[in-house]
């Protein structure tokens, strides 16, 4: 795997640049919200009706991947299912579960990807519609850099329901941007890896675009663009890779922002969580 995605080691001298990556059936086998169902069934948040219908919405999901009417309706049947949550109770469950349900279902390919992108001197971003409670440990799990990831609405410690940043579609390409006017990223120079082609708009904002596991949708549009088509087909516990692919060791992720500019197609903010201790400034529309 080593030889199969290698890319040259940074040149200190020249802007920095950064690997963005989808999560759900591009770094691991499926949906990562979707994963914790039984869990969250199990801890009391859903009935068993909702834990069934999760479970066929992960069969879905898996057998032919989302459209963007899909994800609108799987949107919002999962912002009216956590009206009323208790986010402590929710992190506490992903807390406790995340290494029986996510670490079994991480791709090697992908791994070995991002170790590749670190030793070439990339930061390695997680950009996923999945909600920030449960991607930014997932982050911390494969050692990625930073995290975007949606985010609900919270008053008195519960979701209210409604979405204050919605990481879908042009709203990724606006987060990367974001991104890449803070960090000082050269997207000419950056990657990007999905599956699915809401995610176009991320894709068309870097200059080394990657279809992984594509749709059909997104490999017609991969081979028009020629851009590489990846198939990552092996998940496997992270422990149980060879050593010489194993995480290198980093600090806990922490929370920072990045302001939205006005295109975002979701008002609020960008959130992101940041393996940096440096303080991060707001970035202009």
């Known amino acids: 795997m080593a030889g199969a995605y290698a890319h040259p080691v940074e040149n200190p001298s020249l802007p920095r640049t950064a690997a963005f990556f989808d999560l759900d059936k591009t770094v691991i086998a499926k949906s990562s919200t979707l994963t914790f169902g039984k869990s969250f069934y199990q801890g009391g948040l859903i009935n068993r009706r909702a834990a069934l219908r999760t ?27 956590c009206r009323g949550w208790n986010v402590q109770q929710v992190r506490e469950i992903v807390a406790e579960t995340i290494h029986d349900l996510i670490d079994p279902i991480i791709y090697d390919e992908a791994a ?54 919605y990481a879908y579609g042009p709203t990724k390409a606006e987060a990367v941007r974001e991104l890449a006017a803070s960090e000082g990223y050269d997207l000419s120079r950056c990657y990007a890896y999905s599956d699915s082609v809401t995610d176009i708009p991320m894709l068309e904002a870097v200059g080394h675009p990657h279809a992984v596991n594509p749709d059909r949708a997104l490999r017609r549009e991969a081979l028009a663009r020629g851009w590489p088509v990846l198939a990552f087909q092996r998940p496997v516990r992270l422990k149980q890779r060879l050593p ?6 980093r600090p806990p992720v922490a929370a920072a922002a990045v302001a939205v500019g006005a295109a975002a197609a979701t008002p609020g903010l960008v959130w992101y969580a940041s393996r940096r201790r440096t303080r991060l400034g707001a970035v202009g529309a």
Do not use: K
């Open 55 to 81: 479970a066929y919405t992960q069969f879905v999901f898996l057998a032919g991947g989302a459209d963007h009417d899909q994800m609108e309706r799987m949107r919002a049947y999962l912002s009216s299912l």
């Open 244 to 249: 010489a692919f194993s995480m290198p060791g």
């Open 112 to 165: 070995s990807l991002i170790e590749e992108h670190h030793l070439a001197g990339r930061d390695v971003v997680i950009v996923s519609t999945s909600g920030a409670e449960v991607v930014e440990p997932i982050g911390e799990l494969i050692g990625a850099d930073r995290v975007v990831a949606t985010r609900m609405v919270v008053e008195d410690g519960r979701f209210t329901g409604e979405v204050e940043y």
